[in-house]
C-alpha cells in the first residue's frame, strides 16, 4: 500500500514551470484578443438592437430617409455607438418600401503586424420588419450615395 501511494502522490505534483507559463500565455492571447474585438462586437450589437426597435416602430411605413436616419442616430448616440457603424448606415428607397443598411468592414491591430479584419452587415426591409436584421438584399448594385 506504500509504494502505492507514493506512485500516487507523484503522479499528482501539479503544474510545472512551462506548463504554467502555457497556461498564463494562452489566458494572455485570448484577453487580448477579447480586449481588441469586443468593442467592434458590442457596437454590432447594439446596430442590430436599433434596427430592431425601429422595427417596431408603428409609423415606420410612412417614415422618410432623415426621419430613419434621425432615429437611429438618436438611439446610437445613447448607447454609444461611434465610428463606422454610424459612418455606414444608408436608407434606400424602394417602390413600396425602404431599406436601411449597416454595412461595415473593421480592421483592428492585433499583435505587431497582424490584423483582424471583421465585417458586419445588418439590413432592415420596412415591408419585411419582422424579419430584421439579417442581410436580405445584395447592396453591391446600389450607388454609394443612396
Known amino acids: 500500500m506504500g509504494k502505492q501511494l507514493r506512485v500516487s502522490l507523484r503522479q499528482q505534483r501539479g503544474l510545472s514551470y512551462w506548463g504554467l ?11 487580448t484578443c477579447v480586449s481588441r474585438m469586443g468593442p467592434a462586437y458590442i457596437d454590432a450589437y447594439y446596430v442590430d438592437e436599433g434596427l430592431r426597435k425601429l422595427a417596431q416602430n408603428p409609423d415606420l411605413e410612412t417614415m422618410t430617409k432623415g ?11 445613447l448607447n454609444n455607438v461611434r465610428g463606422e457603424p454610424t459612418k455606414a448606415l444608408r436608407v434606400i428607397s424602394g417602390a413600396d418600401s425602404k431599406l436601411v443598411s449597416v454595412e461595415y468592414e473593421l480592421r483592428q491591430p492585433l499583435i505587431y503586424n497582424v490584423d483582424v479584419v471583421m465585417k458586419f452587415n445588418k439590413q432592415l426591409n420596412t415591408a419585411k420588419a419582422d424579419l430584421c436584421c439579417e442581410p436580405l438584399v445584395d447592396l ?4 454609394k450615395s443612396d
Open 21 to 31: 507559463l502555457l497556461v498564463i500565455a494562452v489566458f494572455g492571447f485570448v484577453l
Open 67 to 77: 426621419q430613419i436616419r434621425t432615429e437611429l442616430d438618436r438611439f446610437f448616440l
Open 140 to 143: 453591391k448594385q446600389f450607388r
